[in-house]
């Protein structure tokens, strides 16, 4: 196994799951269009990729402790890839349901082998790398908006839009996962419950987790829909609103590591959420949309950071298999992602989604409080 390819394939990895939901992300109001949805049922379509998540998370550590991350990335990213590819191929909600339950399988499955192997190559350098693999994520998310904005803005076809994601996506998960070393045997891997109960460190981990997905969820799901539907903004510059908020976490999270090294997890995460609460009240009053993209940017660098530390700090939980802290910390962390940004539909739907968004200010606000309690060893 070479490190350093081996390195640059799970960057590959990460930079492919931030496009593939970027992807989704941007095409929220092509999807509540073509399929003539209300906010209360694209809620529901929410849900139902939210419980797809849950169900892979369940069977996470299980299936990267017999067959290892490589096998479970590979075909778990690809099937990611065809769904998004999906999203516009139907006309019925039952349909678009049974999609959304795929996607969502298979993208936190494809999530939880990544960060086993980014842990994997963590543990084997000696020192944070989490936080510029989260960057490629973000990164991805970046390219997939940005790229999404200007198809759109020059009146490209969605589904063209949806099926070169496809193609690029399934071409990175193939490169990242012929790097990736072969899985050792079940008894010497890297996980192998079918689920871990979190409790105790883990569990305040897990709390933290689910406080921060609410709110990445949220800007994920609805950061575009809000520039366009309440700043009425057109379809390019209301795309700009995901790439404004992934752009700003990648950078962040490229200078991640090295912040990590100076300063306690506890403390890092505090910071980032009292950041990521003053961007989103900002955006949220201001009516001009180029303020409210600069407030995502800034929910993006207060956000950047604080999901990679709380993996890292889950994958080195002592007495827990990587595979299995790290599927449980992100069970509760999908759990939170699966009900937030279906919470703020309902809440859109008889309020608005101004005040639908005002989740993610109490969860950055709640986050910072609780980082102390949860982070108090060394992670």
């Not at 799951?17 to 992300?25: H, I, R, S, V, Y």
């Not at 290892?68 to 139907?90: D, E, M, N, T």
């Not at 990590?260 to 003053?278: I, N, W």
Request: proline letters at 4%; hydrophobic letters at 60%; charged letters at 10%.
């Amino acid at each position: 196994m070479n490190p350093v390819l081996y390195a640059w394939g799970v960057r590959a990895l990460f930079f492919a799951a931030g496009l593939l939901f970027a992807t989704w992300g941007v095409h929220v109001p092509t999807v509540k269009g073509h399929y003539g949805l209300g906010e209360q049922a694209l809620a529901v379509a929410m849900l139902a990729g939210g419980v797809g998540a849950v169900g892979g998370l369940t069977q996470a550590g299980r299936l990267i402790g017999r067959f290892g991350p490589r096998k479970v990335a590979l075909v778990s990213g690809c099937l990611c890839a065809a769904s998004i590819g999906l999203l516009l191929a139907f006309h019925t909600m039952a349909v678009l349901l049974l999609v959304m339950v795929a996607f969502g399988l298979a993208n936190s499955l494809f999530d939880v082998s990544v960060n086993v192997a980014a842990s994997d190559l963590e543990a084997r350098a000696g020192r944070p790398l989490m936080s510029g693999f989260h960057g490629m994520f973000s990164l991805g998310g970046m390219a997939g908006a940005a790229g999404g904005a200007a198809l759109l803005s020059a009146g490209v076809e969605p589904w063209h839009h949806l099926a070169a994601a496809t193609a690029v996506g399934v071409t990175l998960v193939a490169f990242g996962c012929w790097t990736m070393p072969r899985a050792k045997k079940p008894e010497e891997g890297a996980g192998g419950h079918a689920f871990l109960l979190p409790r105790g460190t883990l569990l305040l981990i897990g709390i933290l987790a689910a406080l921060g997905l609410i709110a990445e969820g949220a800007m994920y799901d609805w950061s575009v829909l809000y520039v366009k539907q309440e700043l009425l903004a057109d379809a390019g510059t209301a795309a700009l609103g995901y790439a404004a908020f992934s752009g700003a976490m990648a950078a962040a999270r490229f200078g991640g590591d090295w912040v990590r090294a100076r300063l306690s997890s506890a403390l890092l995460v505090r910071l980032s959420g009292l950041l990521a609460a003053a961007g989103m009240t900002l955006s949220l009053v201001t009516s001009s949309p180029v303020v409210a993209l600069l407030g995502f940017a800034l929910v993006g660098l207060g956000f950047a950071n604080i999901v990679p530390v709380l993996f890292s700090a889950a994958a080195t939980v002592p007495g827990v298999k990587p595979a299995d802290g790290i599927a449980a910390v992100a069970s509760l962390g999908y759990f939170g992602m699966m009900v937030g940004p279906p919470l703020i539909g309902f809440v859109a739907e008889h309020q608005s989604l101004t005040v639908g968004l005002a989740t993610v200010v109490l969860a950055a606000v709640m986050l910072s409080a609780a980082a102390r309690s949860a982070l108090a060893r060394p992670a």
